[in-house]
């Protein structure tokens, strides 16, 4: 699996290194790095970061990079690359609708899992979303010294799907995807509980069903991946497919990554 880069204020910071790729390869350490946003780094983990990475792809909304922006680290490039709408992640001009939505959400599991269902149904099937991957597979040929930290809200959704095409193109099996995707649980425990307490006490939730609820809409399951590779095969004829012919990865291409990232 990815290896937990120990950082004060950012628990889903992950390491790509150690996953094993094509022909038997290791992943280098220190090239290939998934996060959360960066919002909560504090002094020595923005200079841990700054010397370990040259770019940060951000896949957060405008709206979400507003709110809580990443820090400026000296000498890393930064890459806005929104890999869905507002409208897509919930976010609508209409506030109240958007309070009721959110709420019927938290209280009901069955809610919550169609939303992410639905969600990752959409990403694997989307055309524009296709095209922000595909960019962000340019950024990754390019040769640097450092590493490409690619990262979204929680780090498990749209930057779990970034790590995954990434875990694919480097001959990663689907084993090891799944449990790569699923240690995110893992990491955002604490933050999770923290933050489940916190809306329970806020929003009057204290059901075991909008508990359930929440940890739907906050946690990684393998169901969402599954929908998302089903996705893909109705849409594009399968992974290979979706990665040669619409992310416009050559075998060319796929060799040379694998040369820069490999061991």
Not at 198 to 219: C, H, I, Y
Request: with cysteine; charged share 30%.
């Amino acid at each position: 699996m990815s290896e937990r880069i120990q950082l004060n204020g950012l628990n889903n910071t992950r390491d790509l290194c150690g996953m094993t790729g094509a022909e038997g390869r290791k992943i280098r350490r220190g090239r290939l790095i998934r996060s959360g946003h960066l919002y909560y780094a504090d002094e020595a983990d923005r200079e841990k970061l700054s010397n370990l990475v040259g770019v940060i792809v951000d896949f957060r909304t405008d709206r979400e990079v507003k709110e809580k922006p990443d820090p400026m680290l000296p000498g890393v490039e930064a890459v806005h690359l929104p890999i869905l709408t507002e409208q897509a992640v919930g976010i609508s001009r209409e506030k109240e609708a958007e309070r009721h939505a959110g709420i019927k959400m938290m209280r009901e599991p069955e809610t919550a899992r169609a939303h992410m269902c639905n969600m990752y149904r959409m990403i694997g099937s989307s055309e524009f979303c296709a095209s922000q991957y595909a960019r962000f597979v340019k950024l990754l040929l390019e040769n640097r010294e450092k590493a490409v930290l690619w990262h979204c809200t929680a780090g498990k959704d749209r930057a779990g799907f970034g790590s995954v095409i990434v875990e694919e193109l480097l001959g990663v099996s689907r084993d090891d995807i799944y449990e790569d995707y699923l240690m995110t649980n893992a990491c955002l425990k604490e933050e999770v509980d923290s933050l489940l307490g916190e809306l329970q006490k806020m929003m009057n939730l204290s059901d075991p069903a909008s508990e359930t609820a929440m940890r739907v809409l906050f946690g990684a399951e393998k169901e969402y991946l599954d929908t998302l590779y089903q996705a893909i095969d109705d849409t594009f004829g399968g992974m290979d497919r979706y990665l040669r012919d619409v992310l416009q990865v050559s075998n060319a291409d796929k060799e040379h990554l694998r040369s820069m990232y490999l061991e």
